[in-house]
């Protein structure tokens, strides 16, 4: 099993701007970058399979042991309420929004189990010398679902509710909290140690990567694609489907713009009532106060939080705008071909698409007052209609910024700079 450690010279071609170079064996800890625009095109290399099977099989203990403990518990005036993990997810579902429900469930531990257990799987696999078909079939659906776990967004969402509610309420905090926050880093640890191309030659030995591209031009000038489900080139015209992975090629010729920007249209419309209608209501002793997404921001400000106050304005105002605005002027540049400052608009879209998620801060802030606070008459809050337009502007944004193809973005040269 340790046979493959003299990783071989490979051919790559740049999945973020389709520039073709040779990537050298890498030596335990070793990334590969790409020369034009910098895209990581191998991560560190890993001695062996061993290290992220053991972290994944790690996180999934600590995930296990989330459920076993109380979260967090609240008290006002004699009245206590001690919630678990899995109500926080609950109260939404239970106030008549099952989808907030379900997206927090899915996006903090639904996904991220499966992912850990196909990690475990995989490597498992690996070690062992080869992987059939349905094996590769899972493997070419991991890394997409990255950035959807959102773990530590939910641990940032959980610290602005205590800090907002903290003067209200005596609040403690549970053990599967801290549970939680281990799993939230060894999950983040575990996306760092999968060596995904040594993961795939040992899946799929196999797999025949194409001798006669040459390095130093594009892989379109070639005819040549790079898989996005396991990276690897292959000429679409030997079959549609990559040869290693099966999973469809995205050809150069295919005009996904149009989606991108109908999905900005769909985000831009959905932000409106996400500002206009409620995010959340308290009622205490009787008195309904419904709050929006700025109307809570001032609050904050009035109250003199204003660190709580910054943290919600960038991640629910700041983020989505400002993402809105760069993809439109990304599509523009990519439409009309500016390619001068290539390496520019690629940082911007690299910001864009690693931000986006932390906007979901507000909805998991609702999720876990709503379950939190929950002392009869005395003081409840209830999610209102904008957590849902909110959390639809969080996607699709994301789904937007997946959806367009940065590899309009570079032209046919490059001129390499000469230290
Ligand atoms: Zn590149
Ligand atoms: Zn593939």
Known sequence: MNSRRALPQ????????????????????????????????????????????????????????????????????????????????????????????????????????????????????AIRGSAGNATRLLARQLRPLEPWMMADVFIVGVLVSLIKIVTLADIAIGPSFAVFCVYAVLLLRCFTLVDWPSLWRDLAPDAVEPTSLQPGRTGASQGAVVCRGCDMPFRPREGERCPRCGRRSVAHAADRLQLTWALLVTAVILYIPANIYPIMSTTSLGSTDPQTIIGGVLHLVHTGSWPIAAVIFIASIVVPISKIIALAWLCLAARHGYHHDSRVQMRLYRITEKIGRWSMIDVFVVAVLVALVRAGALMAIEPGPAALCFAAVVIITMVAALTFDTRRLWGETFETETP
Do not use: K, N
């Open 10 to 125: 490979t051919i790559a071609v740049c999945s973020e701007c389709d520039w073709v170079m040779r990537v050298p064996p890498r030596a335990p800890g070793e990334a590969a970058q790409c020369v034009r625009c910098g895209h990581h095109v191998a991560p560190p290399a890993q001695a062996d399979h061993q290290r992220p099977l053991a972290w994944a099989l790690a996180a999934l203990i600590m995930l296990a042991l989330v459920f076993a403990f109380d979260f967090l518990s609240f008290s006002t005036r004699g009245v206590t309420h001690t919630m678990s993990f899995l109500d926080a997810a609950g109260a939404m579902a239970g106030h008549d929004y099952p989808s907030l429900g379900l997206l927090l469930l899915c996006t903090t531990v639904a996904l991220p189990g499966l992912y850990l257990l196909a990690v475990v799987f995989l490597c498992l696999q």
